[in-house]
């Protein structure tokens, strides 16, 4: 077998193991056969005793495990970890740093190889293969064993999170206290609840194991999922009949036989007996078989797996479509989990229950956070360390300013926190005695504030909140949560809804924005690149029906009201621009023809890719307005995919270079005599407004969340202020020195209270 195979077939074990501790034996075991070395040992960092512990040890004397514990830079183990790079020593005693252990039997063992284990610029730990014979391991050996540690980084990282208090932990599933797993803020505001984990329809791992409160009656659900899959795969199977040969056609009874009560019905059935949930008890067997075939060699019998995957997800179809049924009972408080929360999900729960959202995917700038934004509901994403099974039920609390969430918070953190929430609930208020002033500096400059909505929701909040109008409204999302597209009435009725309230204040619409990180359930766009590849404006110019069908409701919808604008997004060139508007003419002179009585709408463009940014004035003259989206024009520019936790950290529209873009676009545009606005999360930073304000810009638009803090941001300084606070800006040539430095003004111009709460218990 190749390397890379062994490789592949260990990671994959390693994957398939319950707990920390069987995954580290599985280690230490595979590695010293492959390597056929005498030794092989896994130490781990403990951040509780700040030492390096032997975990496990395929060599050294087992009682040693748990016992030997090396303080940082303590022995040459300490030594790998501080210098983060291997050490291949023919004979270990004589390196400087060597210390001998007693009971460890470690004395025999001459030649030492350690390699580091690093996840996200961390050192977990450290990975070590020892001999008796005198040498140094050769380039492949080294080789072997670094890459071994790289690929098993990642799994030890989240088995650690998972497993709480990896080195003292009784049992996985017993969470230490104030465990914090770290994300990225997806909507701000604090959350005290508990954790509710929600799988999305048929997804096998997403379900959380739980006590059956009624063994017989999850007996019962089981036994009628399963006879409704079987009935569908025999309908399936009589209806493919024809056009199957008969080896094909076996498959069908294969499948059945696979659900025989001899066969996984009968397994589940036990573990329900044992006293688990249906869904629990499926998915467990489920994924047991499957890891089981996965690691098959024969690619066969591997795909044999996918088989018993897609039987497991028909039967949780069906047990959770008949749990929908039920009227679920939530607590009071509750903080949705999920793995990669979704707009429908939403929905699930009762809105005036729901404090708090968690995702194990996404960012920041999913598009769950930011219709989280817009509700209000403080959200943390990617917190990719997270075990949604071992959350499910817990006490926790969710910071979404600086993206944590803690689980079994003790009484000290919840006292902590208690105290954020109420001074959040005294800010908004006094925010809300501003609703009816103008944005307007103390010398008496105006920047109009506008909403970006989606829902419905969000036009009663935005009122409320006193905005001037809609600068962006994200046609996509009532899309988004339908079963396939809706129909030319549906969607005058959706814009009529956005429309009407806000006039005669403007609501921009802007058309279709699907792909990307947006996709639709009925319109799968499956992509390898999906961020450079078909979306926006591309999409629908590629899908004119859509378009027309779209602009045609829009143009309806406005009729009487005249206050639409329409805004194209993902424009990256003029031909695009040249092509919408056509587009738009033809509806608009079809309408006319129908008698409709309308006002040409204002069309405007997004700039949100780097093209764009160079092109500003050529967009210029043949549009209306112009839209800065920083939320993509941040992400391009910078090549940081705004939903990729693992670059979160990176992304950050304060980066000198689209400050630079910024600056340049409202420049441009001005020559041209176009109005620029804003619509990115950026214009609902209070400092990213006042930076705003200071370049130029004539409309600021945000979720209605943030209207009133930006509001009273503008309220609170003069327009030279905001200009000092531009060169502080552009005076920088790194994001974090200027959010330092803005920062430390807000502060010193009395806005301390709107900066994001610095909350390190
Ligand atoms: C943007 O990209 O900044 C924007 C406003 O659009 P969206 O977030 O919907 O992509
Ligand atoms: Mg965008």
């Known amino acids: 077998m190749s390397m890379l195979a062994v490789l592949r077939k260990i990671v994959q074990e390693v994957n398939s193991a ?52 090396l303080a940082p830079s303590e022995g040459v183990v300490g030594t790998v970890a501080v210098r983060a790079e291997p050490l291949n020593l023919e004979n270990v005693a004589a390196h400087p740093s060597y210390r001998f252990i007693t009971g460890s039997g470690e004395e025999q063992f001459h030649s030492f190889l350690g390699a580091p284990i690093i996840n996200q610029r961390k050192v977990l730990g450290v990975l070590v293969v020892q001999q008796k014979q005198r040498r140094r391991f050769d380039e492949s050996e080294e080789a072997f064993l670094v890459t071994m540690s790289a690929q098993l980084a990642g799994v030890i990282a989240h088995n650690e999170v998972t497993g709480g208090n990896r080195v003292n932990a009784d049992s996985p599933s017993q969470l230490r206290q104030d465990a914090r797993y770290d994300g990225v803020s997806g909507a701000p505001g604090v959350g005290v609840g508990t954790a509710v984990v929600i799988a999305p329809l048929a997804n096998l791992d997403a379900v959380p194991d739980q006590q059956a409160e009624d063994i017989d009656a999850e007996l019962k659900h089981f036994r009628a999922a399963l006879s409704r899959v079987r009935h569908d795969i025999k309908v399936v199977g009589r209806s493919l009949a024809r056009r199957l040969k008969g080896e094909e056609q076996a498959l069908f009874d294969v499948y059945l036989r696979m659900l025989d009560d001899s066969a996984l019905a009968g397994e589940i059935e036990q573990q329900i007996l044992q006293g688990q949930w249906a869904q629990g008890a499926l998915r467990r067997v489920v994924q047991s078989h499957v890891r089981e075939f996965e690691m098959m ?47 429908s999900m939403l929905g699930e729960v009762p809105i005036e229950k729901l404090v708090g959202l968690v995702s194990v995917m996404g960012s920041g700038n999913s598009h769950c956070a930011i219709l989280a934004r817009s509700m209000g509901i403080p959200t943390v994403m990617g917190v990719v360390d997270l075990s949604t099974i071992t959350v499910h039920n817990q006490p926790v609390i969710i910071d979404g300013f600086s993206g944590r969430l803690f689980v079994n918070p003790s009484e000290q953190l919840n006292r902590y926190y208690d105290v954020i929430v109420r001074e959040e609930l005294l800010l908004s208020k006094g925010l809300e005695q501003m609703r009816d002033l103008p944005a307007e500096t103390l010398d008496g400059h105006q920047i109009p504030l506008c909403v970006n909505t989606g829902l419905v929701t969000d036009v009663a909040l935005a009122l409320v909140r006193g905005a001037e109008g809609v600068g962006l409204y994200r046609s996509e999302v009532p899309f988004m949560i339908k079963e396939f597209f809706p129909s030319e009435a549906e969607q005058i009725d959706s814009y009529r809804r956005q429309l009407l309230p806000f006039a005669p204040r403007p609501v921009t619409m802007r058309t279709l924005d699907i792909g990307g990180d947006k996709s639709l359930p009925y319109f799968p766009i499956d992509e390898a690149n999906p961020s450079l590849g078909w979306r926006g404006i591309r999409v629908t110019l590629d899908h004119p029906e859509i378009c027309l069908v779209q602009v045609r409701a829009m143009l309806q919808a406005s009729e009487g009201l005249d206050n639409l604008r329409i805004m194209l997004p993902m424009v990256s060139s003029v031909v695009e621009i040249d092509e919408a508007v056509a587009l738009i003419d033809q509806a608009f002179a079809e309408l006319i023809e129908d008698g409709c009585r309308l006002v040409r709408p204002k069309i405007g463009v997004m700039i949100e890719v780097p093209a764009a940014v160079y092109q500003v004035r050529s967009f210029a003259r ?46 441009e545009a001005h020559k041209e005599k176009v109005q620029v606005s ?44 905001a200009q000092l606070f531009l060169d502080t800006a552009l005076s920088f040539d790194d994001p974090l020195s200027v959010q330092k430095a803005l920062g430390t003004m807000l502060v010193d111009a009395g806005l301390g209270r709107l900066s994001r709460p610095q909350l390190q218990p």
Do not use: W
């Not at 040992?41 to 040693?64: C, H, K």
């Not at 047990?319 to 707009?343: G, I, K, R, S, Y």
């Open 18 to 69: 319950s707990d920390l501790n069987t995954a580290l034996e599985i280690i230490v075991k595979r590695v010293q056969q492959t390597m056929n070395t005498e030794v092989c040992s896994v130490y781990l960092f403990d951040a509780l005793t700040e030492q390096y512990v032997l975990m496990a040890t395929e060599g050294l004397n087992p009682e040693a495990v748990g016992k030997i514990r």
């Open 297 to 343: 060699d024969d690619l066969y019998l591997r795909e044999r797996g996918t088989d018993i995957k897609d039987l497991g997800r028909r039967v949780l179809a069906c047990l959770q479509e008949n749990v929908c049924h039920l009227p679920m009972q939530f607590p009071d408080q509750v903080v949705l989990v999920a793995e990669e929360l979704t707009a």
């Open 622 to 667: 043949r549009v209306d307005f112009l839209s800065v989206g920083s939320n993509d024009l941040t992400q391009y520019l910078l090549a940081v995919d705004r939903n990729n936790p693992r670059v979160a950290s990176l992304y950050n529209s304060y980066h000198p270079a689209v400050l630079t873009a910024l600056l340049r676009i409202v420049v």
């Open 678 to 721: 804003i619509c990115g999360e950026l214009a609902g930073d209070p400092v990213g407004a006042i930076l705003m304000l200071a370049m130029g810009y004539d409309m600021l638009s945000m979720s209605s969340t943030s209207l009133g803090k930006v509001k009273s941001a503008i309220r609170g300084i003069t327009l030279d202020q």
